[in-house]
């Protein structure tokens, strides 16, 4: 294959991947950002927690990598609801700064009982012998690990489009989004809904949590570490938006990546330079409402 | 009034009388406790707590008493302001930790100011110790590594040509700077240096590593902190397959942290790095060592470079403190005493050299292998005495001033 398009497929491929790990990871966060404009800084926390739950269970109990991946994915959602309806539902109406107090001293709460149960020495996941090493696809090799993260944030896209676009809570929730008010004076119980999606954002962020441990890998300080990363995506995709965050996540890996490919010697800086471009001429995002 | 003076005096009398005046030297140790890299912190301390346990009664009748404050972020900010607290407020007599550089760059003027000794369990950067006469360090220079890991690169390891990648902070500067010298001088290529973003930043390295893996080095040097990013190092190459492409993975020891070794799988075995120490030394300290440290923190924890350069660090202070008899005031003593000072450790014999307050040590090039039982482990290849800083002695850059 000539050298271009091998470069090309390369920084295609990885930047795929990374993309879909960003949306699995923000999408929750960009949810609950819309529907209920809560600023939820412990959407990192639910990650970590998802990422300790799947370590613990593959460690300690044996169980496999997928399968832990779904168990932490719904056990996180599950405690979310109880974070959700105790603690957050009471600073709904509150003001942005009271939400991002409680939130950011929730992650650091998380931060504590992660080290002391865990301890603050990065962890890692062992993986079954499938997703290690690399898989060819006819042309050339690819890891495998990234091209099961391609195929599973491509079942996830179809899965929540079809949630969203189709189903009667789907509809539900877009007219939450669009206008709160006219959607619970037709009847629309948006405090039951928030519960919901609360809950399914937070486990996505466990799975997106799960996931990152083989490419981040996994500390205490996770819950804060890549929140920026997380509010980028979000910023950049415009908040409650599926289409936004999907379409933030592959601009911002495809450039990162292929920046740090093409240009290494920039490095890191091109994730920034993008989010600032975007922001810059559209500062409610790609699918954001002025 | 003339009573309480007497009684006074009297009390002074009978303490000399007894036998000698016991001193509380005060130490102030700044490492890492929270944030991404608190287990770095962890590992030293540890080590730390380890030496003051089983050495507390070295130097009696005097005794140490410990303050420990948060380094904080790689940045130097955070351990500049508790650093001058413990100096100014706690009135500590001796420094020492420092995992990161900037640390200790950022706190030399004060230690110059303040006449405190700052003796350094980690931090690498080559020039540091240039920057203020109370500084001493135990650890190493990234040039103890990365030097003659140069040389031994193109004769052993057959590496003519070779990528490099790093952590963009001082310490990876240095490293590949060493490395690249020594490289280049021995006759081998440089391909291309690659910055790989701040210490902070997300440790996906795998577009950095494929267009390394495209471009066909014979061999990728790579310097990365050895917290979270040292696993990422190893996956990242595991997973593109590098290996097999004929990528060869070598580095300085920070890539293989003995902490995190056992889990970084299959993808390690095969890494040559150049470095001062591993679990699996063999000489008679290091197993006295892994015992003691099995005993106190059990047997799924294990030290690190980091652990053993702290061990060295306190065992240097502790002869400090016992040959000035805990009289440890005036800071110049205190370095006067340590230069030249030789000690016995984990990584054998190791001395600081009067010259340059630097430590002086033995460096081994060291193969990740799967041992008998299992587990990840460590051959040695070969190992060179007694290095020095060979920044300072050719004195390359900052070194040389």
Same mark, same amino acid.
């Given at each position: 294959?000539?050298?271009?398009?091998?470069?090309?497929?390369s920084?295609?491929?990885?930047g795929?991947?990374?993309?879909?790990?960003?949306?699995?990871?923000?999408?929750?966060?960009?949810?609950?950002?819309?529907?209920?404009?809560?600023?939820?800084?412990a959407?990192?926390?639910?990650a970590?927690?998802?990422?300790y739950?799947?370590v613990?269970?593959?460690?300690?109990?044996?169980?496999?990598?997928?399968?832990?991946?779904?168990?932490?994915?719904v056990?996180v959602?599950?405690?979310?609801?109880?974070?959700?309806?105790?603690?957050?539902?009471?600073?709904y109406?509150?003001?942005?700064l009271?939400q991002?107090?409680?939130?950011?001293?929730?992650?650091?709460?998380a931060?504590?009982?992660?080290?002391?149960?865990?301890?603050?020495?990065?962890?890692?996941?062992?993986?079954?012998?499938?997703?290690?090493?690399?898989?060819?696809?006819?042309?050339?090799?690819?890891?495998?690990?990234?091209?099961?993260l391609?195929?599973? @944030?491509?079942?996830?896209?179809?899965?929540?489009?079809?949630?969203?676009?189709?189903?009667?809570?789907?509809?539900?929730?877009r007219?939450?989004?669009?206008?709160?008010?006219?959607?619970?004076?037709?009847?629309?119980?948006v405090?039951?809904?928030?519960?919901?999606? *609360?809950?399914?954002?937070?486990? /996505?962020?466990?799975?997106?949590?799960?996931l990152?441990?083989?490419?981040l890998?996994?500390?205490?300080?996770?819950?804060?570490?890549?929140?920026?990363?997380f509010?980028?995506v979000?910023?950049?995709?415009? /908040? @409650?938006?599926?289409?936004?965050?999907?379409?933030?996540a592959?601009v911002?890996?495809?450039?990162?990546?292929?920046?740090?490919?093409l240009?290494?010697?920039?490095?890191?800086? *091109?994730?920034?330079?993008?989010?600032v471009?975007v922001?810059?001429?559209?500062?409610?995002? *790609?699918?954001?409402?002025? | 009034m003339?009573?309480?003076?007497?009684?006074?005096?009297?009390?002074?009398?009978l303490t000399?009388?007894?036998?000698?005046?016991?001193?509380?030297?005060?130490i102030?140790?700044?490492?890492?406790?929270?944030?991404?890299?608190?287990?770095?912190?962890?590992q030293?301390?540890?080590?730390?707590?380890?030496?003051?346990?089983?050495?507390?009664?070295?130097?009696?009748?005097n005794?140490?008493?410990?303050?420990?404050?948060?380094?904080?972020?790689?940045t130097?900010?955070?351990?500049?302001?508790?650093?001058?607290?413990?100096?100014?407020n706690?009135?500590?007599?001796?420094?020492?930790?420092?995992?990161?550089?900037?640390?200790?760059?950022a706190?030399?003027?004060?230690?110059?100011?303040?006449?405190?000794?700052?003796?350094?369990?980690?931090?690498?950067?080559?020039?540091?110790?240039?920057?203020?006469?109370?500084?001493?360090?135990l650890?190493?220079?990234?040039?103890?590594?990365?030097?003659?890991?140069?040389?031994y690169?193109?004769?052993k390891?057959?590496?003519?040509?070779?990528?490099?990648?790093?952590?963009?902070?001082?310490?990876?500067?240095?490293?590949?700077?060493?490395?690249?010298?020594g490289?280049?001088?021995?006759?081998?290529?440089?391909?291309?240096?690659?910055?790989m973003?701040?210490?902070?930043q997300?440790?996906d390295?795998?577009p950095f590593?494929?267009?390394?893996? !495209?471009?066909k080095?014979d061999?990728?040097?790579?310097?990365?902190?050895?917290?979270?990013h040292?696993?990422?190092?190893?996956k990242?190459?595991?997973?593109?397959?590098?290996?097999?492409a004929?990528?060869?993975l070598?580095?300085?020891?920070?890539?293989?942290?003995d902490?995190?070794?056992?889990?970084?799988?299959?993808?390690a075995?095969g890494?040559?790095?150049?470095?001062?120490?591993?679990?699996?030394?063999?000489n008679?300290?290091?197993?006295?060592?892994?015992?003691?440290?099995?005993?106190?923190?059990?047997?799924?924890?294990?030290? !690190?470079?980091?652990?053993?350069?702290g061990?060295d660090?306190?065992h240097?202070?502790f002869d400090?403190i016992?040959?000035?008899?805990g009289?440890?005031? !005036?800071?110049?003593?205190?370095?006067?005493?340590?230069?030249?000072?030789t000690?016995?450790?984990?990584?054998g014999?190791?001395?600081?050299d009067?010259?340059?307050?630097?430590?002086?040590?033995?460096?081994?090039?060291?193969?990740?292998?799967?041992?008998? !039982?299992?587990?990840?482990?460590?051959?040695?290849?070969?190992?060179?005495?007694?290095?020095?800083?060979?920044?300072?002695?050719?004195?390359?850059?900052?070194?040389?001033?």
């Amino acid at each position: 294959m000539p050298q271009v398009a091998n470069i090309a497929v390369s920084i295609l491929f990885d930047g795929l991947a990374y993309a879909m790990f960003l949306f699995i990871t923000s999408v929750g966060l960009s949810v609950t950002m819309g529907l209920m404009g809560f600023v939820n800084l412990a959407h990192g926390a639910f990650a970590m927690a998802g990422g300790y739950v799947v370590v613990t269970l593959t460690r300690t109990y044996g169980v496999g990598f997928v399968p832990s991946l779904v168990i932490a994915a719904v056990v996180v959602g599950a405690v979310s609801v109880v974070f959700e309806r105790v603690l957050y539902r009471r600073l709904y109406k509150s003001t942005d700064l009271e939400q991002v107090l409680l939130t950011i001293g929730l992650a650091f709460m998380a931060i504590a009982t992660a080290t002391y149960l865990y301890g603050p020495i990065p962890k890692s996941v062992p993986l079954p012998e499938w997703l290690q090493g690399d898989v060819n696809l006819g042309f050339r090799y690819f890891p495998s690990y990234r091209a099961f993260l391609i195929v599973l @944030g491509a079942v996830l896209i179809a899965v929540l489009w079809y949630a969203f676009e189709r189903t009667n809570i789907g509809a539900k929730i877009r007219a939450a989004v669009d206008n709160r008010r006219m959607a619970e004076s037709v009847g629309i119980n948006v405090d039951r809904l928030f519960t919901l999606t *609360f809950a399914v954002g937070s486990g /996505l962020a466990a799975l997106g949590g799960g996931l990152a441990i083989q490419l981040l890998g996994l500390s205490p300080s996770f819950a804060v570490l890549y929140l920026v990363l997380f509010l980028i995506v979000v910023a950049v995709g415009g /908040l @409650g938006s599926l289409k936004g965050t999907l379409l933030a996540a592959l601009v911002l890996g495809i450039f990162d990546t292929g920046g740090k490919y093409l240009l290494a010697d920039a490095g890191g800086f *091109f994730v920034y330079a993008v989010t600032v471009v975007v922001l810059l001429i559209k500062p409610a995002g *790609f699918y954001g409402r002025e | 009034m003339r009573l309480n003076g007497w009684l006074g005096v009297a009390a002074v009398a009978l303490t000399v009388g007894g036998t000698a005046l016991a001193e509380t030297v005060k130490i102030g140790v700044v490492l890492p406790f929270s944030g991404a890299n608190a287990d770095l912190g962890h590992q030293v301390d540890k080590a730390f707590d380890l030496y003051v346990k089983l050495h507390a009664k070295d130097i009696e009748p005097n005794k140490i008493e410990i303050i420990k404050r948060d380094e904080g972020p790689p940045t130097g900010a955070q351990a500049k302001t508790v650093a001058t607290e413990l100096i100014t407020n706690d009135k500590v007599q001796i420094l020492t930790g420092f995992v990161f550089s900037p640390s200790a760059i950022a706190l030399a003027p004060v230690v110059t100011q303040a006449k405190v000794p700052m003796i350094i369990a980690n931090a690498g950067t080559a020039w540091i110790t240039n920057l203020s006469p109370y500084i001493a360090r135990l650890s190493f220079s990234m040039w103890h590594h990365g030097y003659p890991m140069g040389a031994y690169a193109f004769n052993k390891i057959g590496c003519k040509t070779a990528a490099l990648a790093y952590t963009d902070f001082p310490p990876g500067k240095d490293s590949t700077e060493a490395f690249k010298t020594g490289f280049e001088k021995a006759g081998g290529k440089v391909t291309e240096s690659i910055p790989m973003g701040s210490p902070v930043q997300v440790p996906d390295f795998t577009p950095f590593f494929q267009r390394i893996k !495209d471009a066909k080095p014979d061999c990728m040097y790579v310097f990365i902190p050895s917290g979270a990013h040292a696993t990422g190092v190893t996956k990242a190459y595991g997973e593109l397959g590098m290996r097999k492409a004929g990528v060869k993975l070598i580095g300085p020891m920070d890539l293989i942290p003995d902490n995190k070794l056992q889990d970084m799988g299959d993808a390690a075995i095969g890494t040559v790095v150049m470095g001062n120490y591993a679990v699996d030394l063999d000489n008679a300290d290091n197993k006295a060592f892994n015992k003691a440290w099995h005993e106190a923190y059990g047997k799924d924890s294990y030290p !690190d470079f980091m652990s053993a350069a702290g061990w060295d660090t306190m065992h240097a202070i502790f002869d400090a403190i016992k040959k000035l008899n805990g009289k440890v005031e !005036d800071g110049s003593k205190v370095i006067d005493v340590m230069k030249g000072w030789t000690g016995n450790g984990p990584r054998g014999q190791v001395s600081i050299d009067a010259a340059t307050r630097d430590v002086v040590q033995d460096e081994h090039a060291m193969e990740v292998i799967r041992k008998p !039982d299992g587990k990840l482990g460590i051959k040695v290849l070969g190992t060179t005495k007694a290095v020095k800083d060979e920044c300072k002695e050719l004195k390359v850059g900052r070194c040389g001033s």
